[in-house]
T-cell receptor, first 109, second 114 residues
Framework: KNEVEQSPQNLTAQEGEFITINCSYSVGISALHWLQQHPGGGIVSLFMLSSGKKKHGRLIATINIQEKHSSLHITASHPRDSAVYICAVKETSGSRLTFGEGTQLTVNP | NAGVMQNPRHLVRRRGQEARLRCSPMKGHSHVYWYRQLPEEGLKFMVYLQKENIIDESGMPKERFSAEFPKEGPSILRIQQVVRGDSAAYFC????????????FGPGTRLTVT
């Protein structure tokens, strides 16, 4: 079992839909990252969370430390949101990030 | 403030050649992480360096791979005698402080071994 599990693996939505991507982890963490990766492209850091909730434009990220769970929400989705979304955790001990397998999101017009 | 720079962005090497990947961290950052993304797989940690020191190399393959972060200049990930299985995207991230909670990613280097 991976230390970081994401669901779903693949997600197809229609433009305008509300999207949720989930991340569960099994280790103690000091921070959780949500990253975005476009095909053939680099990695963009969307959020870094250690508690609560953050919002940036149409993106919202939440984390529940007790339940070891985080969600990334996209409101009013758009085709340009199509990308792979990756959850990564920084364990309490050590400095490395441990990554989920990613969620491939496709938003159709 | 320029972001994390990596070069080259694309690198093609024949089997047996050496590959050198460079990473210039953000200004003021003295901590560098290297990650590898094999085709159709997730990102995996390789090595964590501070200036002139390797802090954690537990993710590095035992042979052919080495990394350095000299006092001056970029961090270098070196792969000797490349094989087809080394074909991957290699990302570096930099951080302003120890602990690694805050990491900023570079655009990656895509290595293709023919």
């Amino acid at each position: 079992k991976n230390e970081v599990e994401q669901s779903p693996q693949n997600l197809t939505a229609q433009e305008g839909e509300f999207i949720t991507i989930n991340c569960s982890y099994s280790v103690g963490i000091s921070a959780l990252h949500w990253l975005q990766q476009h095909p053939g492209g680099g990695i963009v850091s969307l959020f870094m969370l250690s508690s609560g909730k953050k919002k940036h434009g149409r993106l919202i990220a939440t984390i529940n430390i007790q339940e070891k769970h985080s969600s990334l929400h996209i409101t009013a989705s758009h085709p340009r949101d199509s990308a792979v979304y990756i959850c990564a955790v920084k364990e309490t001990s050590g400095s490395r990030l441990t990554f989920g397998e990613g969620t491939q999101l496709t938003v159709n017009p | 403030n320029a972001g994390v720079m990596q070069n080259p962005r694309h690198l093609v090497r024949r089997r047996g050649q050496e590959a050198r990947l460079r990473c210039s961290p953000m200004k003021g950052h003295s901590h560098v992480y290297w990650y590898r993304q094999l085709p159709e797989e997730g990102l995996k940690f390789m090595v964590y360096l501070q200036k002139e020191n390797i802090i954690d190399e537990s993710g590095m393959p035992k042979e052919r791979f080495s990394a350095e972060f000299p006092k001056e200049g970029p961090s270098i990930l070196r792969i000797q005698q490349v094989v087809r299985g080394d074909s991957a995207a290699y990302f570096c991230a930099s951080s302003p402080r120890a602990g690694g909670s805050e990491q900023y990613f570079g655009p990656g280097t895509r290595l293709t071994v023919t």
